[in-house]
């Protein structure tokens, strides 16, 4: 019986646990695709394209990190460190449009919408961005 109990739990383990993440994403305001993948033992996301004209200088001027700035858009890191927790995953999320970087959640919502959460103290929005073909 025991045995019976004990392989139960090894065939639903992955039900329980969250749903990958990882992939190319449409952001919400349909301006840009975000490529998930590993890196190391977190996962992170980068700017893989563009879908609007990129503004001259092209590079992460808002940054507040001088030594930074002079980065291209394009492969840009905006999510950093995201590990999963439960059935979301928690790392940094980077706004280069205003150069701000958020505590961040990353949650699997269907098989192609990602709900992105970001938060500065108490003060947290959502976005949903669906799953790019």
């Known amino acids: 019986m025991r045995v019976l109990i004990a392989s139960m739990l090894l065939i639903a ?12 994403w449409r952001t919400d305001t349909n301006d840009g695709i975000i490529e998930i993948a590993p890196c190391g033992s977190a996962v992170c996301g980068r700017l893989a394209r563009s879908l609007v004209p990129i503004k001259p200088p092209g590079t992460d001027f808002r940054n507040p990190d001088p030594a930074l700035r002079n980065r291209p858009i394009i492969g840009l890191p ?6 999963q927790d439960g ?7 980077y706004d280069p449009k205003v150069g701000k970087s958020y505590a961040a959640t990353l949650q699997r919502i ?7 959460r970001g938060c500065i103290l ?4 959502s976005v949903m961005w669906s799953r790019a073909r």
């Not at 383990?13 to 190319?24: D, N």
């Not at 059935?87 to 999320?93: H, K």
């Open 13 to 24: 383990t992955p039900a329980l646990a969250a749903e990958s993440v990882t992939g190319s």
């Open 78 to 83: 905006v999510l950093t460190g995201f590990v």
């Open 87 to 93: 059935d979301v995953w928690r790392g940094t999320a």
């Open 110 to 116: 269907g098989p192609d919408q990602l709900k992105v």
């Open 122 to 125: 108490f003060f947290c929005r």
